[in-house]
């Protein structure tokens, strides 16, 4: 059984900075593609930011120069750095991770961690 934990969401003042890490546990062989997604009241989720096993990166526009998504392989777990918050970026954030396992190749998700930005 693999697994997606997300932790680092709050609350935080405009202009203030969070940091988001999700670990994958389980039995697992490698993890392709990991993102950091979001969903505030009433939108869809969108993407905020990818990266590959090899680390290349890609952001939504709207977080281009403010957010930074890394990643340590050996501890299977994508970080989210966001400095420069705004409260348009106020939304549950959720990771997600193509994972291999020995048998299959599959699309998992985290539970979602809260991220309010607020005066």
């Known amino acids: 059984q693999v697994q997606l934990v997300e932790s680092g969401g709050g609350l935080v003042q405009p202009g203030g900075s969070l940091r988001l890490s999700c670990a994958a546990s389980?039995?697992?062989?490698?993890?392709?593609?990991m993102g950091w997604y979001r969903q505030a009241p009433g939108k869809q989720r969108e993407l905020v930011a990818a990266?590959?096993?090899?680390?290349?990166?890609n952001y939504a526009d709207s977080v281009k120069g403010r957010f930074t998504i890394s990643r340590d392989n050996a501890k299977n777990t994508v970080y989210l750095q966001m400095n420069s918050l705004k409260p348009e970026d106020t939304a549950v954030h959720y990771c997600?991770?193509?994972?291999?396992?020995?048998?299959?190749?599959?699309?998992?998700w985290g539970q979602g961690t809260q991220v309010t930005v607020s005066s």
């Open positions: 389980g039995i697992i062989f490698s993890i392709k593609t």
């Open positions: 990266i590959t096993s090899g680390g290349s990166t």
């Open positions: 997600s991770g193509r994972v291999v396992t020995i048998t299959t190749a599959y699309d998992y």
